[in-house]
């Protein structure tokens, strides 16, 4: 029995039978897709996103008509969940610049909806379970296979919802921030992307464009520091939105996103973000407002500098700090000038250059996010040795030269990482500078 008339659906490990499903369609069988989907209408269990399957992929078959009549009981069934995200796919689905499904979405999720509720989560989907598509089923295709979809899709649309019309949902980030008209017209220039698993979304260091939410599946975040394994930072679920920087900065990546599932994603640009922010001045606002906020969060959670202080304490901690964004090209250290301070890395990106011997300026580092710097002129009691530019917009949280022994004796765990660090960078800059090192004093610093 070839692939296309699989009697079983079952997963791979770990992987729901309806999320397999979809990797059946990213992979090129979407007659797989659909007999798995029609088989989980059929038995009446996790209706939804079966219905969502079934539907979205007639539409890639050629049957549009057939399925866009189930479209509006998915899109308000999500709505229902507090699933922003699924909703909006259902509606883009329809292929319409601007969909007529579009609107309630908007109306549900803005800032001043009276559905809003800062206390609920969007509600989970149903746990997976087996299922096996029975051999009738599995020997279809063509126009019998369609047909049966179109009488499963029949059968979604008449059965109630067990989640009331006007139950209270959760806010969605960013986007619940939005009044409707903004919100509508951002929901709009979603498009939207497949993956299959082990395919890679973002890459670290590389330029990026767009930003994404992640509707079903789940991804991984890694970040890879000079040349050592991969750390995995954190794994992505649905609802959650990433790479939003690259709308706000030409930095390059910080980490790599790469799908462990077949996973469905919306998708942003920076051109089509400038479009709508040219209409909606407040879109571009709050997404920066967003964006730092998620700067900070991130630093707080991963920072080397902040991780010897414990995690209730680190707000307070940056409370302390100045946010100050460069250009590309600013300097923010200049050798041979005194110390300014200590500079720990939101977003963005600098290069480290030192003179050597002859007097060549000899490229020391590339930092970014979560980096710092700024200790070794603190810890050695001495102007700069070294200039620090910015590669691209860089937005930085910084404690002046004065600050940093109060903060310091109030934060004594830092002394000794600031005194470590400084004493490996010295190390470092003078081996490749052909200089000797100097000893640190860790008590300069208080």
Same mark, same amino acid.
């Given at each position: 029995?070839?692939?296309?008339?699989?009697?079983?659906?079952?997963?791979?490990?770990?992987?729901?039978?309806?999320?397999?499903?979809?990797?059946?369609?990213?992979?090129?069988?979407?007659?797989?897709?659909?007999?798995?989907?029609?088989?989980?209408?059929?038995?009446?269990?996790?209706?939804?996103?079966? %219905?969502?399957?079934?539907?979205?992929?007639?539409?890639?078959?050629?049957?549009?008509?057939?399925?866009?009549?189930?479209? $509006?009981?998915?899109?308000?069934?999500?709505?229902?969940?507090? $699933?922003?995200?699924?909703?909006?796919?259902?509606? /883009?689905?329809?292929?319409?610049?601007?969909?007529?499904?579009?609107?309630?979405?908007?109306? %549900?999720?803005?800032?001043?909806?009276?559905?809003?509720?800062?206390?609920?989560?969007?509600?989970?989907?149903?746990?997976?379970?087996?299922?096996?598509?029975?051999?009738?089923? *599995?020997?279809?295709?063509?126009?019998?296979?369609? $047909?049966?979809?179109?009488?499963?899709?029949?059968?979604?649309? !008449?059965?109630?919802?067990?989640?009331?019309?006007?139950?209270?949902?959760?806010?969605?980030?960013?986007?619940? %921030?939005?009044?409707?008209?903004?919100?509508?017209?951002?929901?709009?220039?979603?498009?939207?992307?497949?993956? *299959?698993?082990?395919?890679?979304?973002?890459?670290?260091?590389?330029?990026?464009?767009?930003?994404?939410?992640?509707?079903?599946?789940?991804?991984?975040?890694?970040?890879?520091?000079?040349?050592?394994?991969?750390?995995?930072? %954190?794994?992505?679920?649905?609802?959650?939105?990433?790479?939003?920087?690259? /709308?706000?900065?030409?930095?390059?990546?910080?980490?790599?996103?790469?799908?462990?599932?077949?996973?469905?994603? /919306?998708?942003?640009?920076?051109?089509?973000?400038?479009?709508?922010?040219?209409?909606?001045?407040?879109?571009?606002?709050?997404?920066?407002?967003?964006?730092?906020?998620?700067?900070?969060?991130?630093?707080?959670?991963?920072?080397?500098?902040?991780?010897?202080?414990?995690?209730?304490?680190?707000?307070?901690?940056?409370?302390?700090?100045?946010?100050?964004?460069?250009?590309?090209? $600013?300097?923010?250290?200049?050798?041979?000038?005194?110390?300014?301070? /200590?500079?720990?890395?939101?977003?963005?990106? !600098?290069?480290?250059?030192?003179?050597?011997?002859?007097?060549?300026?000899?490229?020391?580092?590339?930092?970014?996010?979560?980096?710092?710097?700024?200790?070794?002129?603190?810890?050695?009691?001495?102007?700069?040795?070294?200039?620090? !530019?910015?590669?691209?917009?860089?937005?930085?949280?910084?404690?002046?030269?004065?600050?940093?022994?109060?903060?310091?004796?109030?934060?004594?765990?830092?002394?000794?990482?600031?005194?470590?660090?400084?004493?490996?960078?010295?190390?470092?800059?003078?081996?490749?500078?052909?200089?000797?090192?100097?000893?640190?004093?860790?008590?300069?610093?208080?």
């Amino acid at each position: 029995m070839d692939r296309h008339r699989s009697s079983s659906a079952a997963p791979h490990a770990g992987i729901s039978v309806l999320d397999a499903a979809y990797g059946l369609r990213v992979a090129g069988d979407p007659e797989g897709a659909l007999r798995v989907g029609v088989a989980y209408l059929e038995r009446g269990t996790g209706q939804l996103r079966a %219905a969502a399957l079934v539907a979205s992929t007639m539409i890639r078959l050629g049957r549009p008509l057939r399925a866009g009549y189930a479209l $509006d009981r998915m899109v308000a069934g999500f709505i229902r969940r507090g $699933d922003l995200a699924a909703a909006t796919l259902a509606a /883009l689905e329809t292929g319409e610049e601007r969909s007529r499904l579009i609107p309630p979405i908007a109306a %549900a999720f803005a800032r001043t909806s009276p559905r809003l509720s800062a206390e609920l989560s969007r509600l989970p989907p149903p746990l997976p379970s087996p299922l096996a598509v029975d051999p009738t089923l *599995a020997s279809l295709s063509g126009d019998a296979l369609l $047909d049966r979809a179109t009488t499963a899709l029949r059968s979604f649309v !008449v059965q109630p919802d067990d989640v009331a019309e006007d139950a209270k949902i959760a806010a969605a980030p960013f986007f619940s %921030a939005l009044d409707v008209a903004p919100l509508e017209a951002l929901l709009s220039a979603l498009r939207s992307r497949e993956c *299959a698993t082990g395919d890679v979304v973002v890459r670290q260091g590389e330029p990026g464009g767009e930003a994404y939410v992640v509707v079903d599946g789940a991804l991984e975040v890694l970040r890879e520091d000079r040349g050592s394994q991969p750390v995995r930072l %954190a794994s992505l679920g649905p609802g959650r939105l990433f790479g939003e920087m690259a /709308l706000v900065s030409a930095a390059p990546r910080a980490a790599t996103v790469r799908a462990l599932e077949p996973t469905q994603l /919306l998708v942003i640009s920076r051109e089509t973000l400038a479009r709508v922010h040219a209409e909606y001045p407040e879109v571009g606002e709050e997404l920066g407002r967003f964006c730092q906020a998620r700067m900070v969060e991130n630093l707080l959670r991963h920072s080397e500098l902040l991780a010897v202080v414990p995690l209730a304490q680190r707000t307070a901690l940056l409370e302390r700090f100045t946010v100050t964004t460069f250009a590309p090209g $600013d300097a923010l250290v200049a050798a041979g000038q005194p110390a300014r301070g /200590l500079f720990l890395i939101a977003s963005g990106e !600098v290069e480290v250059f030192g003179a050597d011997e002859q007097g060549e300026q000899v490229r020391l580092a590339r930092l970014g996010p979560g980096d710092f710097f700024g200790e070794s002129a603190l810890a050695l009691d001495r102007r700069a040795n070294a200039t620090v !530019v910015a590669t691209h917009e860089t937005v930085t949280l910084s404690l002046g030269r004065d600050q940093v022994a109060e903060t310091l004796q109030a934060y004594p765990a830092v002394t000794r990482q600031l005194a470590d660090a400084a004493s490996r960078r010295d190390e470092a800059t003078q081996t490749v500078l052909g200089r000797p090192t100097l000893e640190i004093d860790e008590s300069v610093l208080v």
